[in-house]
């Protein structure tokens, strides 16, 4: 089994460099043109299946991605990205610069981070772990490719189930960019990562994209 884990598109908050969490933050329109993009460079895979966060920019690029083929799209509470609690929509930037703000750790320190509100990285990693044991898991034969629209501090969570990465490393490597795609592999119940961070789209000087 192939499995694309796909970050959602391009959100208000991630333009203004907001921590979004639980926050239902609609894509913007660039978000959708990324989606778009992605969905036109992955559409030869043939999916079985794909499941979703269920917050919108998760839902929308999801839906976005499936494109026309006639499979589901099936929302999931444990694909929902990490909870910030009252702490969501703090501005990435004066966290970094204020070691008392309360997100500066998970920035700055992961490894040394306590949540003053929403989750710890052990929950996000939990639910990734059970969603591997309950879904993925006993689908190994049924389905050929899955994809899992979710978001960029879950996502790292999850490669977390599969490789023993230290806390402390967690922002380190390939950046999980905007509808960025990592790819894993699934063969005889264990999870090995082929990819991670693919886009299928450049960057151009006018603020445009293109595959």
């Given at each position: 089994?192939?499995?694309?884990?796909?970050?959602?598109?391009?959100?208000?908050?991630?333009?203004?460099?907001?921590?979004?969490?639980?926050?239902?933050?609609?894509?913007?329109?660039?978000?959708?043109?990324?989606?778009?993009?992605?969905?036109?460079?992955?559409?030869?895979?043939?999916?079985?299946?794909?499941?979703?966060?269920?917050?919108?920019?998760?839902?929308?690029?999801?839906?976005?991605?499936?494109?026309?083929?006639?499979?589901?799209?099936?929302?999931?509470?444990?694909?929902q990205?990490?909870?910030?609690?009252r702490?969501?929509?703090t501005?990435?930037?004066?966290?970094?610069?204020?070691k008392?703000?309360?997100?500066?750790?998970?920035?700055?320190?992961?490894?040394?981070?306590?949540?003053?509100?929403?989750?710890?990285?052990?929950?996000?990693?939990?639910?990734?772990?059970?969603?591997?044991?309950?879904?993925?898991?006993?689908?190994?034969?049924?389905?050929?490719?899955?994809?899992?629209?979710?978001?960029?501090?879950?996502?790292?969570?999850?490669?977390?189930?599969?490789?023993?990465?230290?806390?402390?490393?967690?922002?380190?490597?390939?950046p999980?960019?905007?509808?960025?795609?990592?790819?894993?592999?699934?063969?005889?119940?264990?999870?090995?990562?082929?990819?991670?961070?693919?886009?299928?789209y450049?960057?151009?000087?006018?603020?445009?994209?293109?595959?």
């Open positions: 089994m192939r499995i694309y884990l796909v970050r959602h598109g391009e959100t208000a908050w991630n333009k203004e460099g907001r921590v979004q969490g639980s926050e239902d933050i609609p894509l913007n329109e660039k978000g959708i043109e990324l989606a778009e993009i992605t969905s036109e460079g992955m559409k030869d895979i043939p999916m079985d299946v794909i499941f979703s966060s269920p917050l919108i920019r998760a839902r929308k690029t999801a839906e976005i991605m499936r494109r026309g083929r006639d499979i589901p799209v099936i929302v999931d509470q444990r694909l990205e990490m909870s910030f609690g702490y969501e929509g501005v990435i930037r004066a966290a970094v610069q204020d008392t703000n309360a997100l500066h750790n998970f920035i700055r320190h992961p490894g040394e981070y306590k949540a003053m509100d929403g989750e710890e990285f052990s929950q996000v990693i939990g639910r990734a772990q059970n969603f591997i044991d309950e879904v993925l898991m006993p689908a190994e034969k049924r389905w050929q490719n899955v994809m899992l629209a979710s978001h960029g501090a879950f996502i790292r969570c999850f490669l977390r189930c599969i490789e023993a990465r230290p806390l402390s490393e967690f922002w380190d490597g390939i999980q960019r905007n509808c960025a795609v990592t790819i894993l592999e699934l063969d005889a119940g264990r999870l090995r990562i082929l990819e991670e961070g693919k886009l299928y450049e960057m151009q000087p006018d603020g445009s994209f293109r595959l």
